[in-house]
C-alpha cells in the first residue's frame, strides 16, 4: 500500500507542475516589429520606354504595399524608420530577379520555353541594432503557359509570397 501512495503522490506532483507549466504564457517573439524596405525589382527591360519604367515601379509598390500588409496581419508593428536604437526591430529587404517573358507567346503555345516569365527573390531580415542576418530565403518559379498567357506578375506575387511565408516562420522562432 506505501508503494501505491508514493506512485500516486509522484504523479499527481508531476501533473500539478505540468499544468503549471502549461498555463505559463509562451515568451514573446524577439521581434515585435519590421521595417520594409522598399522591394528592388531588377529586371531585363528596356529603360528608355516610359511603360516599361512605370510597370515594374508600379510592381516593386505593389510588392512592397502586400508585403508590409502581410507583416501587419501577422500582427508586426510597422516602423516608418529602420532605426537602429530600437530593440526588437527588424528591417526587411527584397531583391527581385524578374524576367516579365512576353505573354503573347506564352498564349500560343510555348514551344521550347518560347516566352517564359521568371522570379528569383530572395527575402532578409537584419536586425536593426547590431546589423546582423537574421535570416534569409530564396524563392524561384517561373510561368511558360497558362490561361491566356498567364500573369507573369501575379506568379511574381506568390513567389514574394512564398519567400515571405519562410521568413516570417523563421522571425517566429526567434525568442
Do not use: C
Not at 529587404?93 to 528569383?120: C, E, H, I, P, Q
Not at 532578409?124 to 511558360?144: H, M, P
Request: hydrophobic share 40%.
Amino acid at each position: 500500500m506505501t508503494m501505491l501512495l508514493k506512485v500516486a503522490a509522484t504523479l499527481a506532483l508531476t501533473l500539478s507542475i505540468a499544468t503549471s507549466w502549461a498555463d505559463e504564457p509562451e515568451p514573446a517573439n524577439k521581434y515585435q516589429a519590421v521595417y520594409v524596405s522598399k522591394v528592388a525589382v531588377e529586371a531585363d527591360m528596356d529603360r528608355t520606354s516610359p511603360e516599361e519604367v512605370k510597370y515594374y515601379a508600379d510592381i516593386e509598390t505593389e510588392a512592397t504595399t502586400k508585403i508590409t500588409q502581410w507583416f501587419k496581419d501577422e500582427g508586426f508593428t510597422i516602423a516608418d524608420t529602420p532605426d537602429a536604437a530600437t530593440d526588437g526591430l527588424a528591417i526587411i529587404n527584397t531583391k527581385v530577379l524578374f524576367n516579365a517573358g512576353n505573354r503573347a507567346l506564352r498564349w500560343v503555345g510555348s514551344f521550347m520555353g518560347a516566352g517564359k516569365a521568371t522570379a528569383d527573390v530572395t527575402m532578409e531580415a537584419i536586425d536593426s541594432k547590431y546589423g546582423t542576418k537574421v535570416t534569409s530565403q530564396n524563392a524561384k518559379d517561373s510561368l511558360r503557359i497558362g490561361n491566356l498567357g498567364g500573369s507573369a506578375s501575379s506568379m511574381l506575387m506568390g513567389t514574394i509570397g512564398t519567400a515571405w511565408n519562410y521568413v516570417v516562420a523563421d522571425i517566429n522562432e526567434l525568442k
